[in-house]
């Protein structure tokens, strides 16, 4: 075997080795780092509230899981909704604040959602001949100073290899639904890759 096929050889078996691990190094480095900062910070407060020598590692990652829980429990609550409304017409009110505190938000509930509920349905829409992947958000927008009868559309269109993309309203007819789940879309989408071969454009 010569040098150049041994160095062809090896590096196709790095990168092969390297597509096969980076997914799972990098996420569970994410998850290290998630839960290490929860064991930070909620850790520092459990202390205050315990006596000295109760602690034990992990207690901060334990008391913010619960916290969570709770907090989605109580969340369900006449009062705490109300209360949660009021806040958020307070921060609507500050300018910089609003832009943050809606994108933050609409973040959360985006990932807050199941499966399929959260993506939307995938479609595909037709862009000067181009077919890009979307996903409808909302069934019929209307958009203020349009008189189109509120029959949109918003779709997301998400960019690959990045988190990112663009909301655009289109007439119903410019969308063509996709018969493939939503989770498959996205991810084909994120990577730029197939989405398979039982994926068909609808008719």
Same mark, same amino acid.
């Given at each position: 075997?010569?040098?150049?096929?041994?160095?062809?050889?090896?590096?196709?078996?790095?990168?092969?080795?390297?597509?096969?691990?980076?997914?799972?190094?990098?996420?569970?480095?994410?998850?290290?780092?998630?839960?290490?900062?929860?064991?930070?910070?909620?850790?520092?407060?459990?202390?205050?509230?315990?006596?000295?020598?109760?602690?034990?590692?992990?207690?901060?990652?334990?008391?913010?899981?619960?916290?969570?829980?709770?907090?989605?429990?109580?969340?369900?609550?006449?009062?705490?909704?109300?209360?949660?409304?009021?806040?958020?017409?307070?921060?609507?009110?500050?300018?910089?604040?609003?832009?943050?505190?809606?994108?933050?938000?609409?973040?959360?509930?985006?990932?807050?959602?199941?499966?399929?509920?959260?993506?939307?349905?995938?479609?595909?829409?037709?862009?000067?001949?181009? @077919?890009? $992947? &979307?996903?409808?958000?909302?069934? /019929?927008?209307? +958009?203020? %100073?349009?008189?189109? #009868? =509120? !029959?949109?559309?918003?779709?997301?269109?998400?960019?690959?290899?990045?988190?990112?993309?663009?909301?655009?309203?289109?007439?119903?007819?410019?969308?063509?639904? @996709?018969? $493939? &789940?939503?989770?498959?879309?996205? /991810?084909?989408? +994120?990577? %730029?890759?197939?989405? #398979? =071969? !039982?994926?068909?454009?609808?008719?």
């Amino acid at each position: 075997m010569s040098r150049k096929n041994l160095f062809e050889r090896l590096r196709n078996w790095f990168l092969q080795g390297l597509a096969l691990l980076a997914p799972l190094v990098i996420t569970i480095a994410f998850l290290v780092w998630l839960g290490r900062s929860v064991e930070l910070f909620m850790g520092d407060l459990v202390r205050v509230l315990m006596p000295d020598g109760w602690y034990l590692p992990g207690m901060g990652l334990v008391a913010g899981v619960v916290l969570t829980v709770v907090a989605g429990l109580i969340a369900n609550l006449f009062l705490v909704r109300w209360l949660l409304r009021f806040a958020e017409r307070v921060l609507d009110r500050i300018p910089l604040v609003k832009s943050l505190f809606q994108g933050i938000k609409d973040v959360s509930r985006f990932f807050a959602k199941d499966g399929d509920e959260g993506l939307g349905r995938p479609v595909a829409v037709d862009i000067q001949g181009m @077919l890009l $992947v &979307g996903f409808v958000m909302q069934e /019929r927008v209307a +958009l203020p %100073g349009i008189d189109d #009868g =509120g !029959d949109r559309v918003a779709v997301f269109l998400p960019m690959s290899y990045q988190l990112g993309g663009f909301t655009v309203y289109l007439a119903r007819d410019r969308i063509r639904q @996709l018969d $493939v &789940g939503a989770d498959r879309a996205m /991810r084909a989408v +994120l990577t %730029g890759g197939s989405l #398979g =071969g !039982d994926a068909s454009l609808g008719r």
